[in-house]
Structures are given as C-alpha cells and as structure tokens.
C-alpha cells in the first residue's frame, strides 16, 4: 500500500501543489484538507506546506493555528503521526507550540529566495534517515521571517535531545546556532524553513531535498506495516 | 455592557534583536539626526470591547494578546484601556 | 467646469451631449472621464497601434480581451500580457509596485488562466541619489511582498538605471497564465443573467486614477474626497485567484472580467458592449468600505482585487457558496438587460447614469495628434557617439562590468520567490526565463527588454532593436520565439516630438514583428512619463514569449564545460559605439547613432540558434557591454574562465552591434554549429575555449575571481547607502 500524505491548504497556502507533487511523484496517495474540516482522513504523514496562511497578517502562522484542522493535526501528532511543517508550516508548528521557538524577520530584513547548503545533524529521525550525519544537502530556502530564536535553556534542550535536525553551512538569516529545521523530543514532529519539495528534480537545481522526502515515506507506518 | 476602546502595543521583548528598530537608528545620523538611540519598531493594534467594567475589558484583551495578537517567545505587550 | 476637471475637453464633453441628446448627469461625466482616458480609451495611441501585426497561426486572441491568448502546444494555451505602474510606483513605491502586480494578475485570471510567472521591467534614476535608493528599496518590496504571497514566482525581468527616469520611474509588469480549464470571455450575455461582484470591497481608492478628479467643484461636501493610493492585499488576491479558477472549473460563470482602471464602470459597459446587451446596476448592492460615498466614487473606484462575473441565475447560489468557502465577499449587484444601456440605480430605485454601452466602451475620442521629428535628434545623432580609446583597457571593462545596468542583480531577484509552482527551469540572472508548464511537458521561454537610449537617439532603430533584442534573449534557450506583448513607455502625445517619438516606435516595433513572424498581442500604453516638462526616454519594452519543444533542452547562458569552443555568431560593426553602455559608463556621453539592426540576419540568427540548440553547450546574446560582457557573464555564471584571442581594441570589445551571440560548444560539436551557420549565412568565429580561472580577453586579462567581485557588489554597495522618501 502506497504512503498516504495529507497537505493541509490554509487560505493563503501557496506551496501545497508543489508538496503534493512531490510526494506524488516519489510515489505516494497524497490528498488535500482544507482548514475548515474538523478531522484528518486516513493519512500516514500530515503536512503544513509554506505560503502565507491568512496573508502573514499579525505575525506569520498567528492565525493559522486556531484553524478548525490545527486540534486534529495536534491529536494525529499526540499520537505519533509523522508531522511535518515546511517553511510557513514550520511557523505555524511554533506559534501552536507543538515546536519550540518563534521565526523572526531576517537579519537582513529581506526576503531571502536563494539556494543554500544544510548540515544533517541528526540522521535518526525519520524525516532525515535516508541522509547519513554530515550530509550537505542542497536546498532553497523563501522567506522572510526564517530567522529561529528560542530562550537558551530551550536551546540547552534541543541540543541535549539531538533536536536540532538541520543547520545552515552558512547561515543566510541570523538564525540563532544556525538552526535550518528542528523536531520534537519524538521525533515525529519536524519543522525546517527549507522547501525541499522544490528540490527533487536534477531540472530544477539539486535532488537532495528528495532525500527527506524519501526519508518521510519510508517511515510511513503504511509502508513500515507492510508485508 | 459598555464599549470600552483599548491600544495593544506589542514590541521585541528586550534582549531580542531588533534589526528593523537598529536599521532605523543608524539610517537617522546619515540624514543629519544626531544623538538618536534605543529605536525599537512594533505593533500599535487598536481595537474596541464591550465589557461590563474597565477590569473585565483589560483582562479579556490580555488574554488576547497572550493567545493571538502578541507571541509570547519573542515579544511582550502593554495594554491600555480607555 | 466640472468635465475640466475630470480631464475631458469641451470638444468631448460636446460629443457626449450629441451623444446622450442631453446634458450627463455628475456620475455619467465621471463614468466617461474614465471610459474615454487616455489610459482606457487609447485615444492618442490608437490610430498607430492599428498598424502592428496581431493575426498568426498560434495566436487564439490578440488585443482587445484582457491579455494574448497564444496556443503554445496542442490543447494547451497560455495567456500573456505587460502592463506598466509608473505612476503610482512614484507616489508611493511599495504599494504602487505592488497594485501593478495584482493588476495584471487580474487580467490573466480574466482570460480563465492560473497565473504562473511574472517579469519585472523597472527602470529608475541615479543610484547616487537618495530618493532613487528608496524607490528601488520600495518598489522591489512591493512586487516582492505581493508576488511571493500570491505564490507566483517572478522569473525575470530587468533593472536599468538613467537619469532620465530619476523623477518618473518605470515599472513594467508582465505576467504570464496557463488556461486551467476553460478559456474565459468578457461578454454579459444572456439578459437575465446575474452579475456578481467578487472581491474586496469598495472605498475611495485611487478615485481620478484614470482621470484627474481632486477639485474643488467636488469639495463641496464636508467629508473628504481626496484620491488616496490604492494599497495591494495580496491574502484577498491569492483567495480571488483559488475561488475564480474553481468557479470556472465548475463551468458556473458565463462573462468574467477584471476591475482595474476605471473601476467598475469599466467591466459593466465593454462587457455589454462586446455582448450587446445592456445591464443594470443597483449601487446599493456594493459592498463598501466606508460609509457615504457619492455614487460617481463607487462607479470610478479603483479598489484593488475585484472580479466581475455574469452568472445564470440557477448557478448564483452556487457561485456565493464557493466565495464564501474561500473566505470572500461576493454579492450580486446587477442583472444582463436587454437593449444596450448601462443603468446605474441607487437604493431609492432612482436612476443616476442611463447611457448606451458602446459610447462608453468604444466610442470615445480617437485622436491623429500632430507629429514632427524634433530639430534637437539632427544635433543629437551628429554629435561625438563617445567611442575615444579609453586610456586603460582591462580598467574600462570593470567599469562597465560595474555598471549597474550590467552587474549581478541577485540582491533585486533573491527577494522575489522565483521557484514557486516546480517550473522554474532558468530563472532570474540569464537571457530569458524558461518555465515548464503545470503537470506537462511543454516549456516557454519568457523575457522583458526595453532600450531607453537607443530610442532616444533613433526611435524606430531602437525599438527595432529591443524586439531584436527580446527575440535573441528567447532562441538562446532554444526557443523559438512567437509573439510580443508590448509596454509604450512615452511622454506628453500632445507635444509633436513625443507623439513622433511614438509613431517612430510603434512603426520600428511593427516592421520587427512582422519580420521575425512575432504577432503582437495586446499590452499598455503609458503616455505623460514626465516631470517639470522633461519627458523619459521613450522607452518601448517589448514581452517576448517562446516555446521548447522539451523543458530539459533549454540552454543555459553559463559556461559549462572546460575545453568547450567559444564561437561569436553574427557580424560586429567596430562603429557601434552609440548609446552603448561603454560610452554612457566610461565617456558618460549617450549620442550618435544606436546600431541599427538587419531585420533579415535577426531572423536568420534566431533560425539558427533554435536548429543548434541541442548542440550548444551555452548560449548568450551580446547586449549591454558587447562581447566582452557577454562572456563575462558567462563565465561569471559558469564559475569558469575562457581564453580568448579578441583585438584588444575597445571598438570591437564594446560595440553594441545586434543580432550577435556567444556560444560554447564541446569541440566535435564545433564544426555542425559553424556550418549551420554558414548555411544560414550567419558570419561565425572561433574566438577561444573555455576554462581556467581567468577571463583571458586577448589585450588584457582579469582574473574570474575579481570580475565576479566587481559584478556582485556594484548594485548592492550603491543600494546599501541611505535612502529619503521626499
């Protein structure tokens, strides 16, 4: 049975197509939710895609949050659904709390929209674990709050749990100790500001982002159940 | 009830850059403003409750600010009720 | 006065009696200030722009609807348009920049087409000035804050910098949309049928965008009526784009158009115009933002983010529904009559404006103003073009590399999401941008290109020249180029030497066109580009759209292989020196005569670059700079140095002569590309091999690594000084 994915479309989410595609293409049954619903379909991995959920107004993410979805999306993780906020769901992940930290504006108060290069710094989890640690992989990053911050108890934490999953080689937006993506202390809650759905084409620039999505999928209990 | 009117002015909490507040003050000396420091750049949200008195109008405006209008991991918030 | 002040003339305010057998009521004279704008109506440009070509065989629908339709492949259209937003842009740069982009996503979304990549053509002042920082600052926010959240990627573009634009900037927009499922018409047909206003609500925006409305015959009301700035809300665009493809998807929309200048007097009398119906519309049915508005400022309203749609009656509960779920306000406000009347009717059912469609939409004013080719051109042409021996070479080629006119414009594109939507094969930095299209093999080169000074020296020259321009941009990929949307930039037409200006250009773009098989299929005319009576270079930009036959066959500009053959395709005319970025950047003079460009050895240029393709290892037209810019750049992109064996001599290094190309190919792939060229003609020769880490010019050498340098940091350094609004 083929992995089920589940993109989440908030009004303003911009970048769902392209996760569904992606995922589509590496061979899974994707389907979209639309905020309003109350309860997720049959899915093996949920994803919050990048875009401007209700126009970034107030703060990015703010409002997305209290969407009618967000408490399912919260059960489906509670019970260690596979939970993945790409770019603007990654901000969406922190102003709910079910990841630590907040996105700032960029240090240099642009929008960024560039290639960069990640260190995987934890290849155990099961959105990096067809990557080995160390791996450099190649992967847009399109923001302009990307900047991550968190108390320094809360980043004592991250560090001591390996939480912190990916890092910028060389940090594009003053994110504090150059942190790209981070995951819960169960590592089934992950969040990066990269879009590596728009890295898995060689026609589009770089691969490499397929390798997380590659990761995603085969962790997928769907598959992992399978005879 | 009444209706009581309120400004919420949400700002980095101190210790959080603020690049926005720092861009501001080092654009200033160059158009001739010297002297200028502690720039620091946020939000002025005006909004209009209906309450029964001033307290219940300020209380339920700061459970706003914690819930939504401000983020609590990098900002802090100041109510004013009139 | 009241028709002065909304900038018609006595003659046609005379005409719109004639025509009513009446005197108008205030809100019909505002409905036709803005039907019969230059703007909406065209009416200096008209009688010129009849003699472009519009008709070929992929050409769907030319001008006239909302944007070009071209069939690109088999059952598969795209819709393409330019629009400018200079004025605005000047005002308030980031909302200025920002309409201009929602306005022509509109257009595209009008035709039935998702929105799929934009291009920015923006032309400012001096970087050495303040206030022309703040406008850059201002303006690329603006498209990027509204292009990135409505989640279409902008592609490319370009960025010039002139004197000439310091008080008038220019910001050219050029979309480009697939038809999702239905190719969409603006046509109220079917009398009964409901007409539907989606969208943001309506204030007192941009009210005289279109005419000139702040007087004081209307300021007789206490409140104020001031024209404020339209301000973009790119979250309401994004929603209006998602529920109109879903509403045409659903088959439950009959007529459909945009609302941009003119408000909504403009969708409610072409729409019935062109369906020949009339239509009633009931004011108190519009949703508005503020209270008391005159009816004459809900009719010429330029509220952003606003579509109008004619809907049967069966399908109108439907239709809300659907606008509701995405979170939009959207209510009927009219119905489809029959006869040919716009009827305007307030709250109380009194009628307040009862006029036929068709003056409003087709019968304004066409104007033949007087042209004559200015004295000064004679002087201008005759004078010393700057072509003198610049005293040191290598010095001369960083200088111009370091124009902000050639240099890396990565700090204007990385603020722009370029990659949304999976397509973007080639993005900013190259000649054109090449975008695969949506869940489909087809790939279309796209490009925006304009030349300011050579048509201030030489209007149809230059023109000529930027279609040429446009044209090589695409067949560099491998494209072949197939039609043109087209951006009149131009001062006052009242004055003969602007409107000669203009005849001059149109006539050059006209002949280009026809000349290389590229239709034209709509675009924008933005006459009075002046300011204190100075007018802007004229400044034609010209859209240019190609198709591949595959998205992984594109050629790329960068050098990408070591021991690659470098060939120089085309002919260099040593005397091209003429408004040529070395003469402005090293001589600071902009005279003489542009290059003038062989229509015949364009097209045989293009041929050949499309039937070589395959065999190119990169590809990239001479422009700005010459030759020695050209490779420059590809190298610069390769990462990879060349060794070539060029005269030292500025003349041929810098000359500007068209129609020329620089490819690299792997050397058993040299000879085919040499004598396809000489089979076609095309003058060809091998001018070095790639690779190394410098740029081994022949007379001088630079290293890689500093050229780079030089490229990377000129636009940003000059951009990182202070900037002052006013």
Redesign the interface.
């Given at each position: 049975m083929n992995p089920r994915v589940g993109v989440v479309v908030f009004?303003?989410s911009?970048?769902d197509?392209?996760a569904q595609?992606?995922f589509r293409d590496l061979g899974a049954d994707v389907v979209s939710v639309w905020h309003?619903e109350e309860t997720l379909p049959e899915v093996d991995v949920v994803v919050l895609p990048g875009?401007?959920a209700?126009?970034?107004?107030?703060?990015t993410g703010?409002?997305a949050r209290?969407s009618p979805i967000m408490d399912a999306v919260r059960s489906f993780a509670d019970a260690g659904g596979l939970l993945i906020g790409i770019c603007n769901g990654f901000q969406i992940l922190?102003?709910a709390g079910l990841l630590p930290?907040?996105l700032?504006?960029?240090?240099?108060?642009?929008?960024?929209?560039?290639w960069v290069d990640l260190r995987v710094e934890n290849a155990s989890t099961p959105f990096t674990n067809a990557a080995s640690p160390g791996d450099v992989l190649r992967i847009?990053i399109?923001h302009f709050e990307g900047n991550w911050?968190?108390?320094p108890d809360v980043l004592d934490e991250l560090k001591a749990n390996d939480q912190i999953v990916l890092r910028y080689v060389d940090n594009p937006n003053?994110s504090l100790d150059d942190v790209a993506g981070i995951c819960n202390p169960e590592r089934n809650v992950f969040g990066l500001m990269p879009?590596p759905?728009?890295a898995c084409?060689a026609?589009?620039g770089s691969t490499d982002g397929a390798v997380i999505l590659r990761s995603i999928l085969a962790s997928s209990p769907s598959l992992v159940s399978a005879p | 009830m009444t209706k009581f009117d309120a400004v919420v002015n949400v700002l980095?909490k101190p210790g959080?850059?603020d690049?926005?507040g720092q861009?501001i003050e080092r654009a200033l000396p160059a158009l001739g403003y010297e002297g200028v420091q502690g720039v620091r750049v946020g939000k002025h949200i005006e909004l209009s409750v209906e309450a029964s008195s001033e307290e219940e109008a300020y209380a339920r405006i700061q459970e706003m600010c914690e819930r939504?209008?401000a983020?609590p991991?990098?900002e802090s918030y100041e109510v004013t009720v009139s | 006065m009241i028709h002065r002040d909304l900038g018609l003339t006595d003659e046609e305010y005379k005409a719109i009696q004639d025509r009513l057998g009446r005197d108008p009521s205030y809100t019909e004279l505002a409905m036709y200030s803005v039907m019969w704008s230059e703007h909406c109506s065209y009416k200096s440009s008209r009688v010129h722009l009849r003699n472009l070509p519009t008709e070929g065989p992929h050409i769907l629908v030319g001008p006239g609807e909302g944007a070009g339709i071209i069939e690109v492949a088999p059952g598969k259209a795209v819709a393409f348009k330019i629009e400018s937003h200079n004025h605005p842009s000047f005002v308030e740069p980031v909302n200025g920049a920002a309409t201009g982009v929602g306005g022509i996503v509109r257009d595209i979304l009008s035709m039935g087409a998702r929105p799929i990549a934009l291009l920015d053509s923006l032309r400012f002042g001096p970087l050495d000035e303040a206030r022309t920082r703040y406008l850059v600052d201002g303006v690329v926010?603006g498209i990027?804050?509204y292009g990135?959240?409505?989640?279409v990627p902008t592609v490319g573009g370009e960025v010039v910098f002139e004197d000439c634009y310091a008080e008038n900037p220019l910001v050219n927009v050029a979309c480009l949309g697939v038809i999702d499922t239905k190719l969409m018409n603006g046509k109220a047909t079917g009398p009964g049928n409901a007409v539907i206003l989606i969208g943001s609500s309506t204030g007192r925006d941009g009210i005289g965008g279109a005419s000139v409305l702040a007087s004081a015959e209307f300021d007789d009301e206490s409140h104020e009526k001031r024209p404020s700035v339209q301000v973009g809300?790119?979250?309401?665009e994004?929603?209006l784009i998602e529920a109109c493809l879903e509403l045409i998807r659903e088959d439950l929309l009959v007529g459909f158009q945009d609302l941009g200048a003119g408000g909504i007097s403009c969708p409610i009398s072409e729409m019935t115009a062109k369906a020949g119906t009339g239509m009633t519309v009931r004011l108190d049915a519009v949703h508005l933002r503020e209270p008391q508005m005159e009816p004459f400022e809900i009719m010429i309203s330029e509220s952003q983010e606003r579509m109008m749609a004619v809907v049967e009656p069966g399908n109108v509960q439907r239709v809300l529904d659907i606008c509701k779920?995405?979170?939009l306000h959207a209510g009927v406000v009219g119905r489809v009559d029959d006869g040919d009347a716009v009827k305007v009717v307030d709250g109380a059912g009194e009628t307040i404006a009862d006029v036929p469609a068709v003056s409003l939409a087709d019968e304004g004013p066409v104007y033949e103003r007087p042209y004559e080719r200015p004295g000064w051109i004679d002087e201008i042409q005759a004078a010393d073009p700057g072509d003198k021996e610049p005293p040191d070479l290598a010095q001369a080629f960083l200088d111009v590399l370091a124009s902000p006119n050639v240099a890396d414009k990565?700090w204007v594109?990385?603020?722009?999401?370029?990659?949304?939507?999976?397509g973007?094969?080639q993005g900013p930095g190259g000649d054109a941008a090449v975008i695969?299209l949506?869940d489909s093999d087809v790939a279309v080169a796209i490009t925006a290109d304009g030349h300011g000074r050579y048509c201030y020296l030489d209007p149809y020259e230059g023109a000529r020249s930027a279609v040429v321009e446009a044209a090589l941009n695409v067949a560099c990929t491998g494209a072949r180029p197939l039609a043109v949307t087209n951006c009149l930039n131009f001062g006052n037409p009242e004055k003969p030497d602007v409107m000669w200006q203009f005849a001059q250009a149109v006539e050059g773009i006209g002949d280009a066109c026809k000349a290389l098989g590229t239709p034209v299929t709509g675009g924008n005319v933005s006459f009075y580009n002046e300011t204190s009576g100075r007018p802007i270079f004229p400044t034609p930009v010209i859209g240019m759209i190609g198709v591949l036959d595959r998205?992984?066959a594109a050629v790329g500009s960068a050098l990408s292989g070591d021991g690659d053959v470098l060939l120089l395709l085309g002919d260099t005319d040593p005397a091209d020196l003429g408004g040529s970025e070395f003469a402005s950047r090293v001589h600071g003079v902009i005279a003489g005569r542009p290059p003038k460009v062989d229509l015949a050895d364009a097209r045989d240029m293009i041929d050949l670059l499309v039937e070589v393709a395959g065999s190119l290892s990169s590809a990239h037209d001479c422009s700005h700079g010459g030759v020695a810019i050209s490779l420059a750049e590809s190298a610069i992109a390769g990462g990879r140095g060349f060794d070539c064996d060029l005269p030292a001599d500025h003349r041929f290094l810098f000359s500007e002569s068209p129609a020329r190309v620089v490819v690299s190919c792997a050397p058993d792939n040299a000879r085919q590309v040499a004598e396809a060229a000489e089979k076609r003609g095309v003058t060809v020769q091998q001018i070095g091999t790639v690779g190394g880490t410098e740029l081994r010019f022949g007379g001088f050498t630079v290293s890689l690594e500093n050229a780079k340098h030089v490229a990377a940091h000129s636009l940003a350094d000059a951009l990182a000084g202070p900037t002052i609004a006013s």
């Open positions: 009004p303003g911009n970048c197509l392209d595609k992606a309003d875009g401007f209700h126009g970034d107004y107030l703060r703010a409002i209290f922190c102003e930290g907040a700032r504006k960029n240090a240099g108060l642009k929008f960024l929209c560039k847009p399109n911050y968190a108390e003053g879009h759905e728009r084409e026609l589009l | 980095l959080i850059s690049p926005q861009t939504l209008l983020n991991v990098i | 926010h990027s804050s990135n959240s409505i989640g809300d790119p979250f309401t994004k929603l779920k995405w979170g990565s594109w990385e603020q722009y999401d370029h990659m949304i939507f999976l973007t094969v695969r949506p998205p992984d």
